[in-house]
Every structure is written in structure tokens, then in C-alpha cells.
């Protein structure tokens, strides 16, 4: 499999697993500004890595798609502090699906969430999401919500912020109340429709870092 073949969109975050000169390895959150097929990879650091990092150096490169994660390795061919700190890869010969991921797995999660009904969009019902994946949401509710579209809206913490989240969405359970400190909730499952480019890397950003924080 070649690095085109996988049409990369700009901005993917990655993780690069740098191997200076002294053997010691260094773990640094990246994201991918470009790249000349058969020639460079262009990727940019947010912050000037502590330890320095070295031309030449080995690099083995990880990034989560929306079917699985990858790899690849590659050498850190030149480095760049101006206009901001980036490096340039030399192009990879090949990548390893390192896991397939299933077709939409759910990750655990419990964010604030407020939802409008697309029939009262002045009006917001406050809950949780308790489950995610790149194309729904398991999420809790302290009253019952019409069979209709809704936008749901969450704050979340993603890639060392805090990030807006908000994606429309039908549900496609009948909720089930239950009763717990003598309130009944109800739970949904919500299927996104309609996603943006830009709530779609979001997501799959926030879905890279729930799955690496249950494998670790």
C-alpha cells in the first residue's frame, strides 16, 4: 500500500516516534501539511520539541483513519524553525495497517451535551454523551425527545484543547426510561447525518485519542 493510496486529508493528526542519534526515542504529536508524492512528506509540530530533534534521525509515524490505524517509517530529512517548527519526511516506501479498526467502534465517553430539536431550534434539553464513534452517539437525556432530527452540541477536550463539537443527527432508538436517584432518564442512540469536513476530523481526532487511552 502507498501513502497516496490512503488520500490523506491535510491537517491529519499523527504520531511520531523519533529515534535521535543516542537511541532514545521521543513521542511528538504532529499533523500533516502536505506532501510530494515519491519525494517529502511536510509535517508540523505545534511546539518545538524539548529534546532536539536531528536530520537524519528515524522516525516511525502512526495516524488514525476512520477503517484503521496505519504505519509507516520514515527519516527526518530536514528541519525548520521559521515561519513555525516543522520537518520535512522522506517519502514512505510503504504502510502497514497496523489495526483494522471495526467498521465504527464506540468509545466511551462522558461530555456535557445539549440538544435542539429541529421543530424547536430555540429550545436546548441539557444531558451526556456516554458513547461515541465517527458516526453516532449513545446519549442520556432527563426527558423524552420526539422521533425527529436534532443537533447536538458538546464541548470536548481533543488534542490538548477544548473543542466544539456539533453535528446533526436522527435517533434511531425508542428510549427506554429507568429510574435513578428517583429521576428517569432516557437513553438514545443518535446516527450523525450531515457531517462537515471539519466535525468530521474532529471526530475522528477525538476517536484516535479514546482508543489510544484504552489501549494504554
Request: aromatic letters at 10%; a neutral charge; hydrophobic letters at 40%.
Given at each position: 500500500?502507498?501513502?497516496?493510496?490512503?488520500?490523506?486529508?491535510?491537517?491529519?493528526?499523527?504520531?511520531?516516534?523519533?529515534?535521535?542519534?543516542?537511541?532514545?526515542?521521543?513521542?511528538?504529536?504532529?499533523?500533516?501539511?502536505?506532501?510530494?508524492?515519491?519525494?517529502t512528506?511536510?509535517?508540523?509540530?505545534?511546539?518545538?520539541?524539548?529534546?532536539?530533534?536531528?536530520?537524519?534521525?528515524k522516525?516511525?509515524?502512526?495516524?488514525?483513519?476512520?477503517?484503521?490505524?496505519?504505519?509507516?517509517?520514515?527519516?527526518?530529512?530536514?528541519?525548520?524553525?521559521?515561519?513555525?517548527?516543522?520537518?520535512?519526511?522522506?517519502?514512505?516506501?510503504?504502510?502497514?495497517?497496523?489495526?483494522?479498526?471495526?467498521?465504527?467502534?464506540?468509545?466511551?465517553?462522558?461530555a456535557?451535551?445539549?440538544?435542539?430539536?429541529?421543530?424547536?431550534?430555540?429550545?436546548?434539553?441539557?444531558?451526556?454523551?456516554?458513547?461515541?464513534?465517527?458516526?453516532?452517539?449513545?446519549?442520556?437525556?432527563?426527558?423524552?425527545?420526539?422521533?425527529?432530527?436534532?443537533?447536538?452540541?458538546?464541548?470536548?477536550?481533543?488534542?490538548?484543547?477544548?473543542?466544539?463539537?456539533?453535528?446533526?443527527?436522527?435517533?434511531?432508538?425508542?428510549?427506554?426510561?429507568?429510574?435513578?436517584?428517583?429521576?428517569?432518564?432516557?437513553v438514545?442512540?443518535?446516527?450523525?447525518?450531515?457531517?462537515?469536513?471539519?466535525q468530521?476530523?474532529?471526530?475522528?481526532?477525538?476517536?484516535?485519542?479514546?482508543?489510544?487511552?484504552?489501549?494504554?
Amino acid at each position: 500500500m502507498q501513502f497516496t493510496d490512503l488520500r490523506f486529508p491535510l491537517g491529519t493528526r499523527m504520531q511520531l516516534n523519533i529515534t535521535g542519534h543516542d537511541y532514545k526515542p521521543i513521542t511528538l504529536p504532529a499533523q500533516l501539511l502536505g506532501y510530494r508524492s515519491g519525494f517529502t512528506l511536510l509535517v508540523y509540530l505545534a511546539k518545538k520539541p524539548i529534546v532536539p530533534v536531528q536530520r537524519d534521525a528515524k522516525v516511525s509515524v502512526r495516524a488514525g483513519l476512520q477503517s484503521a490505524i496505519i504505519q509507516f517509517d520514515s527519516v527526518v530529512e530536514y528541519i525548520f524553525e521559521a515561519p513555525y517548527f516543522h520537518l520535512h519526511l522522506k517519502y514512505p516506501d510503504a504502510i502497514v495497517v497496523e489495526q483494522q479498526l471495526r467498521r465504527c467502534p464506540r468509545f466511551e465517553l462522558d461530555a456535557p451535551v445539549s440538544a435542539t430539536l429541529a421543530s424547536k431550534p430555540d429550545d436546548a434539553v441539557n444531558g451526556r454523551i456516554v458513547d461515541i464513534s465517527l458516526n453516532g452517539a449513545r446519549v442520556v437525556f432527563y426527558q423524552k425527545l420526539p422521533a425527529e432530527e436534532i443537533t447536538l452540541t458538546s464541548s470536548i477536550f481533543v488534542v490538548g484543547s477544548q473543542q466544539q463539537l456539533s453535528v446533526k443527527a436522527t435517533i434511531k432508538h425508542i428510549p427506554t426510561a429507568s429510574t435513578d436517584d428517583s429521576m428517569a432518564t432516557f437513553v438514545y442512540g443518535a446516527s450523525f447525518i450531515d457531517i462537515s469536513a471539519t466535525q468530521k476530523l474532529l471526530l475522528q481526532a477525538l476517536c484516535y485519542e479514546l482508543q489510544s487511552t484504552e489501549e494504554s
